[in-house]
Antibody, heavy 121, light 108 residues
């Protein structure tokens, strides 16, 4: 059974930093690209970042480019997101998601339960 | 940037109805579109990918169609557990991923 378990959320001050983790199990972690998707309170889904299966490529939404860094530790089966320069608008539930490749496109096929990040003074 | 616009933003239906949700892309995306269902306080659930392929375990009353810029999600014979928010999502090699704003399906 595929499981994704996020941790690391919490309260941060504007301009502060947090590091999110996502522990993966139930599948061959090294064979899948992974991503972070967020959802602000009462709002829709927003893709944040993605990383290739081998970690060689990382991609970001314009809203977080230069502030967030996605990475992965294959031996530990863990995905990370380092978030610096946090802003109030980064307040959201952050979901870790597995990416499925099909017919030249990626889709978010499994999601973790999410971790809440609140940016406030 | 490719934008996805869903319509309607919300709709009401009765159990047993057939409902259709539309997702329009601002540029052609071939068939690189997925649909997700999210119930209140829950994690999004993957329903359909490649515009029309049903994910394993998803009831056959869900179906998807379309290509290029216009896509639809149809739920035939709506069941009580189907009342939720539905999102479309696209992938492209340049701007990667984006989601529609969501469509809330409510009980009439």
């Amino acid at each position: 059974e595929v499981q994704l378990l996020e941790s690391g959320g919490g309260l941060a001050q504007p301009g502060g930093s947090l590091r999110l983790s996502c522990a993966a199990s139930g599948f061959t972690f090294s064979s899948y690209a992974m991503a972070w998707v967020r959802q602000a309170p009462g709002k829709g889904l927003e893709w944040v970042s993605a990383i290739t299966d081998n970690g060689g490529g990382a991609y970001y939404a314009d809203s977080v480019k230069g502030r967030f860094t996605i990475s992965r530790d294959t031996p530990r089966n863990t995905l990370y997101q380092q978030m610096n320069g946090l802003r109030a608008e980064d307040t959201a539930i952050y979901y870790c998601a597995r990416l499925r490749w099909y017919a030249n496109a990626f889709y978010f096929d499994y999601w973790g339960q999410g971790t809440l990040v609140t940016v406030s003074s | 940037a490719i934008q996805l616009t869903q319509s309607p933003s919300s709709l009401s239906a009765s159990v047993g109805d057939r409902v259709t949700i539309t997702c329009r892309a601002s540029q052609g995306i071939s068939s690189a579109l997925a649909w997700y269902q999210q119930k209140p306080g829950k994690v999004p659930k993957f329903l359909i990918y490649d515009a029309s392929t049903l994910e394993s375990g998803v009831p056959s009353r869900f179906s998807g169609s379309g290509s290029g810029t216009d896509f639809t999600l149809t739920i035939s014979n709506v069941q009580p557990e189907d009342f939720a928010i539905y999102y479309c999502q696209q992938f492209n090699r340049y701007l990667l991923y984006s989601f529609g704003q969501g469509t809330k399906l409510e009980i009439k």
